[in-house]
Structure formats: structure tokens, C-alpha cells
């Protein structure tokens, strides 16, 4: 969910891209969005960290293998990023995201994305000891642009 929808309930065009953002860094790293122990990082902001640290092979879920190229997956994470930025302004739009990933133009460097905090709701009482497991796979496709 895009910040201006979450904190603001308004929907634009390009709260898509901030949720195809999320999408592409959860099928890399094998991750939800939630689900991190440190109240202060999500997905977003553990990706961020590590591009910040020039630590981003580390993102990639080990599930993947080497089923992959590695300057494809960085792209990859590298437009994710200028995705989910704070501002909808400040993201890519759609086209722009087919054109960096089918590396026809250069990445611009993204700046801290958008909702890199978030609260967490903590619960006193499991009244639950279901587990739940899950798989992810991820498939790079290039698009031919007439």
C-alpha cells in the first residue's frame, strides 16, 4: 500500500508503481513487506540499507539459487527503489519501468523510499500455533519494444 493511501486514503496512478515496487523486492528477496522482529524496518527499509551499503547481493533470497543473472537482479532492485518512493512525484512512471528493465536507458540513483517506518501491533496472547509456509518463484522477462 502506497504512503498516500495509507495515510492520506488518496489513490493515484502512480500508487500502482509504488506496489509493483514492493512486488518485484519481495519476489528478489524472498520477503514480505511486514513480518521484520526490529519495530523500525520493513522490507523497504532493509532493502535500503544495503543498497545505501553497497550490500544489495544480499537481499537476494538464497531460495533463487544461481538461477540468476546478477546485474539483472541489481537492475531489478535498483527500479524497484525508484518505485516506492515517498512521493508519488518523485517515482518512475510505467513506461519508464518497462524501458530500465529491458535495459534500453540508464538508472537514475533512488533516493530513501517512501513508508520506511512503520508500527507494528504487538499481541500479549498467541491463540494460535498454525505456521504457515510459503514459495516463491521469480521469472526475469525481457520485453521486445517496437
Not at 91 to 112: E, F, I, K, Y
Request: charged residues 25%; hydrophobic residues 35%; proline residues 4%.
Amino acid at each position: 500500500m502506497s504512503p498516500e493511501y495509507a495515510f492520506h486514503g488518496r489513490f493515484l496512478m502512480k500508487s500502482d508503481v509504488f506496489s509493483f515496487g514492493v512486488l518485484i523486492l519481495e519476489k528478489i528477496t524472498g520477503k514480505k513487506r511486514r513480518g521484520y522482529s526490529e519495530p523500525d524496518r520493513n522490507l523497504l527499509g532493509h532493502v535500503w540499507r544495503l543498497w545505501k551499503e553497497e550490500r544489495t547481493v544480499e537481499t537476494i533470497d538464497t531460495a533463487l539459487g544461481d538461477s540468476y543473472i546478477i546485474a539483472e537482479v541489481l537492475r531489478c532492485i535498483n527500479v524497484a527503489l525508484l518505485c516506492v518512493q515517498q512521493h508519488p512525484d518523485d517515482r518512475t512512471n510505467m513506461s519508464s519501468v518497462l524501458s530500465m528493465l529491458a535495459g534500453d536507458s540508464t538508472l537514475p540513483q533512488p533516493n530513501q523510499p517512501g513508508y520506511f517506518i512503520e508500527r507494528k501491533l504487538h499481541s500479549t496472547k498467541s491463540t494460535s500455533s498454525k505456521h504457515e509456509s510459503q514459495s516463491n518463484e521469480f521469472t526475469i522477462t525481457l520485453l521486445e519494444l517496437c
